[in-house]
């Protein structure tokens, strides 16, 4: 089987996505085609006076009706999964070429029967060829422009000699072209110019667009490795810099615990609050460490989970922040169907490590956090992550998405964080084919307690 693939492919993804889209086009512009030359015999007939023979009728029903049950097939191959994307066996292109020749043989049966070189179909050769010079290797769209040429040649030739039985366009001439010497010469030049030079702009329009978007492929595919490397770079600084805080954090304790003699109350203090900023610290850089694995991860490892159990798993972990900030917790289930929701357990565990974790910490000692889970009008799972801490202001809502944006109450108040883990929430969000939004006051607000909701939309299983 001959191989069409360009010998300067890189991306065979992207060809055979290509030509696919393009083999769905023609089949489905093939529907209008026989559609649309029904309704141009009528109104020739009809509206134009132009009357085709008995002859010339049944020729145009065969060759519309063999159009139409022909490109059924088409579809059918096209939906079955037999035409392959690989450059062995039959492929998109052979798919594509295969219907190139089968449209030329409707063509020219159609030129032959409305007058040959007197006739306006021919038209649909240079159409057809510039088309195929999208899709097909040059030594073919040559090869096929010749016997395309060579064919109105031998039929011109044919009826001015009388070898074959010529059609007029109805009574639309007053005087026959066919039987025109210099016309015919005229003609058969003008078509051959046409053809080649139109198959040569296309070929080579296509070609230099294809090459460019396989060398921009190339060129984003060395970029996101390249991120890949700065991101692994910066991981692999970023956890040595965890070294010396824990270091730190030992000799803090050291102290603290008095084996390095007694220490009074107000040092003992300032030193408390050291070991609290270390391990603030700590969390931040830890932040970091999930938020550059995140970005190196290729695809989505998906799980359908209990939702409700999830959260709850996540209130866990954060027992100790709830009781240290002395915050009362509450889920409530609102679906009639308790149906599980695919998502990947690792990114959802930042998400709402997040969110909650978040709830918790800008929020006010005695305060309250609510996980509501429900179903919305278009039928996804939404959750709702609720609180009545210190809210967002106004002035800052449209940038919260935003990497290493913190609200301004939140940094006035002294409250530690990178900015980074909103904008991660919503990128995992959004790799679940989800969405996130947020409202500030919330459901929770109270008098002085602005409160923030965050809403997540997720598609049902």
């Known amino acids: 089987m001959l191989n069409f693939v360009p010998s300067h492919t890189i991306d065979f993804e992207q060809l055979w996505t290509l030509i696919s889209t393009r083999n769905k086009w023609f089949i489905n512009v093939r529907y209008f085609v026989v559609a649309a030359f029904a309704l141009f015999v009528l109104v020739m007939q009809h509206l134009f006076k132009i009357n085709f023979t008995y002859e010339q009728l049944w020729a145009f029903t065969v060759i519309a009706a063999a159009i139409f049950f022909v490109n059924i097939i088409y579809n059918y191959v096209d939906l079955s999964g037999f035409v392959k994307n690989d450059s062995e066996g039959f492929n998109q292109l052979h798919f594509a070429f295969n219907q190139i020749i089968v449209d030329l043989l409707a063509i020219a049966l159609l030129t032959y029967y409305t007058g040959g070189i007197e006739s306006p179909f021919y038209l649909f050769f240079v159409f057809h060829m510039f088309i195929g010079s999208m899709i097909?290797?040059?030594?073919?769209?040559?090869s096929?422009?010749?016997?395309?040429?060579?064919?109105?040649?031998?039929?011109?030739?044919?009826?001015?000699?009388?070898?074959?039985?010529?059609?007029?366009?109805?009574?639309?001439?007053?005087?026959?072209?066919?039987t025109n010497p210099r016309y015919i010469v005229i003609f058969v030049t003008a078509?051959?110019?046409?053809?080649?030079?139109?198959?040569?702009?296309?070929?080579?329009?296509?070609?230099?667009?294809?090459?460019?978007?396989?060398?921009?492929?190339?060129?984003?595919?060395?970029?996101?490795?390249?991120?890949?490397?700065?991101?692994?770079?910066?991981?692999?600084?970023?956890?040595?810099?965890?070294?010396?805080?824990?270091?730190?954090?030992?000799?803090?304790d050291l102290v603290l615990k008095g084996f390095t003699g007694e220490v009074n109350t107000a040092s003992q203090e300032k030193i408390k609050r050291a070991r609290i900023r270390t391990d603030e610290a700590i969390a931040i850089i830890n932040d970091i460490l999930k938020i550059s694995k995140l970005k190196l991860l290729e695809s989505l490892n998906k799980e359908e989970v209990n939702i409700v159990k999830f959260v709850e798993d996540t209130f866990a972990k954060k027992d100790s922040q709830i009781l240290s900030m002395e915050v009362s917790t509450k889920i409530a289930d609102k679906r009639k169907d308790k149906l599980p929701v695919s998502?990947?357990?690792?990114?959802?565990?930042?998400?709402?490590?997040?969110?909650?974790?978040?709830?918790?910490?800008?929020?006010?000692?005695?305060g309250n956090i609510e996980v509501i889970i429900g179903t919305n009008e278009n039928g996804e799972v939404e959750i709702i992550v609720a609180d009545d801490g210190m809210g967002i202001p106004d002035d800052d809502k449209h940038k919260m998405f935003q990497d290493f944006y913190r609200s301004s109450n939140a940094k006035h108040k002294g409250i530690e964080g990178t900015g980074l883990g909103l904008s991660v929430v919503k990128e995992i969000i959004e790799q679940h084919d989800g969405t996130i939004t947020f409202n500030s006051p919330s459901r929770l607000t109270k008098e002085g307690r602005r409160g923030t909701e965050f809403i997540l939309t997720l598609p049902a299983v």
């Not at 040429?149 to 070898?163: H, R």
């Not at 692994?232 to 805080?245: D, L, Q, R």
């Not at 998502?343 to 910490?361: R, T």
């Open 136 to 142: 097909l290797p040059n030594y073919v769209v040559y």
């Open 144 to 178: 096929l422009s010749g016997i395309i040429i060579s064919y109105m040649g031998v039929l011109s030739y044919l009826e001015f000699n009388g070898l074959l039985a010529h059609f007029t366009f109805g009574n639309l001439l007053a005087a026959p072209l066919y």
């Open 191 to 252: 078509f051959t110019i046409m053809m080649l030079v139109s198959v040569f702009l296309a070929n080579n329009i296509s070609r230099a667009h294809f090459l460019r978007s396989q060398q921009l492929k190339l060129t984003l595919n060395r970029l996101k490795n390249a991120e890949k490397t700065k991101m692994k770079y910066t991981m692999g600084i970023v956890h040595e810099i965890k070294s010396p805080i824990v270091g730190a954090q030992s000799n803090l």
């Open 343 to 366: 998502i990947d357990p690792a990114l959802f565990e930042l998400v709402f490590s997040n969110l909650i974790g978040n709830a918790i910490k800008y929020n006010t000692p005695g």
